[in-house]
DNA sequence: GGCAATTAAGTTGTGCACAATCTAATTATA
DNA sequence: TATAATTAGATTGTGCACAACTTAATTGCC
């Protein structure tokens, strides 16, 4: 297999880049959300299904508390979310949308609209690549779990 | 065009979660190098060509001089490469390989070979999805001069 | 030759990303 | 039922990633 120690030969790094340079791509449509790339995630999260605790978001985006704590901070200082500590489990906290956070959801639809325009790709094209990454990520599970 | 907010439908939750996964599978392969996966990529290039100046590496890497310096810096101090500012251009700052910086070279050559086996991928599939990867660039640098 | 515009690096500040550690609540089990 | 093990979340520290800015060298243009 592949061991060419050049740069451009190394999947990680095309990886890498793509991922930059797709973010790049979103941080002047999410600005006027007054979002980051990861803020964005969360929201999406968090409009998909309200009321969902830390450690479930952070299970779906794979980010730990040590990442999701200070950026939750931050997305209640926007007034986009709260936090409420679950009364079942005490240990758990409930994460919520304010009437703000709802109401952004409206402007984010336009999001993934205005991206593919930029990426000007065709719907099988998208959902071939989807495909690919989505493949690459079982691999990768599937060897972390022989390692178990 | 996909147009749904669901997390996982969007292409770049994809991407940016499967190169979280892929940089986390090189940390442990890359630890006894005692190199972070960006020094990595740094080192790569060196590798393939020497007294490279640092504007050349962060195009090759799309790092700007913010994350570079403080990145160099980290290793000179392993006492892996060193700077020397060019003579004709003083502006310029060349970046070469110290002897345990070439030498680390040959540590470096088992990554690609670990990491494939890590991924359990075929040739064919590979090269497949670098040419994806390279295409979603591509497309994002087409819509990057489209703007200029 | 003189001066504005450009360029290369570096610095500062913000926000991830993650390891390691801590606290408090819950569950398991001896 | 004590107490050990586990779990959720927060905190601390390190290292990217990038915008905005600074400094110094070079180039372009009159």
Redesign the pocket.
Known sequence: MKSSLTLEHQICFQL?TAS??L??LY?PILAPLNL????Y?VMLVLWEEDNI??????DR???????????????MQLDYVE?V???????????SLTPSGSALREQAEEVPLKVSGMLNIDEATYIAYMEMLIDIKARLRAFGEREE
Chains 1, 2 share one sequence.
């Open positions: 890498y930059k340079e973010t790049r941080r980051t790339y990861s803020q995630l605790d830390l450690k479930q978001l952070g985006l794979t980010l730990d508390s040590g990442t999701l704590s200070p950026l939750v901070k931050r997305l936090k500590r679950a009364t079942d489990d005490e240990r758990r906290v409930l994460l």
